[in-house]
C-alpha cells in the first residue's frame, strides 16, 4: 500500500510538498515515483527515484519539482513549486517493484492538487 497526502488548494505560483509512504521499507522497492491525471487527460509521468538514488523528471516540471526521500521516515517527498493553473490534477504515487522477474506498479489512492488562477 501507499499513502499519499500533501495535495491542496494553492493559488498559480504557489508551492505544495507531497508524500507518500509505503507499508514496506523504501529499500525493497525498485522505484518510487509521482505519476499526475488531470481531469480528461491520460495519466502522466511526473518524477522517480530509484533504490539506487537515480533521479528522472518529466521535462515539463525540470527546475520546479524536486523527488527526494527520507530514508529514517521511509517517505518520498515531491516538492512542487512555481504550480501553473493547467497541472490541476490529481497526483499518485506509484512503487514499481521487482516480482519473480516481472516489474510490478503499485498505486497509491492519489491526492488533489488545485492551482487557481
Known amino acids: 500500500q501507499l499513502q499519499a497526502s500533501g495535495g491542496g488548494l494553492v493559488q498559480a505560483g504557489g508551492s505544495l510538498r507531497l508524500s507518500c509512504v509505503p507499508s514496506e521499507s523504501i529499500f525493497s522497492i525498485t522505484a518510487l515515483g509521482w505519476y499526475r491525471q488531470a481531469p480528461g487527460k491520460q495519466r502522466e509521468l511526473v518524477a522517480t527515484i530509484t533504490s539506487g538514488g537515480r533521479i528522472s523528471y518529466a521535462d515539463s516540471v525540470k527546475g520546479r519539482f524536486t523527488i527526494s526521500r527520507d530514508n529514517a521516515k521511509n517517505t518520498v517527498y515531491l516538492q512542487i513549486d512555481s504550480l501553473k493553473p493547467e497541472e490541476t490534477a490529481v497526483y499518485y504515487c506509484?512503487?514499481?517493484?521487482?516480482?519473480?522477474?516481472?516489474?510490478?506498479?503499485?498505486w497509491g489512492q492519489g491526492t488533489l492538487v488545485t492551482v487557481s488562477s
Open positions: 506509484n512503487a514499481r517493484k521487482a516480482v519473480r522477474g516481472a516489474l510490478i506498479d503499485y
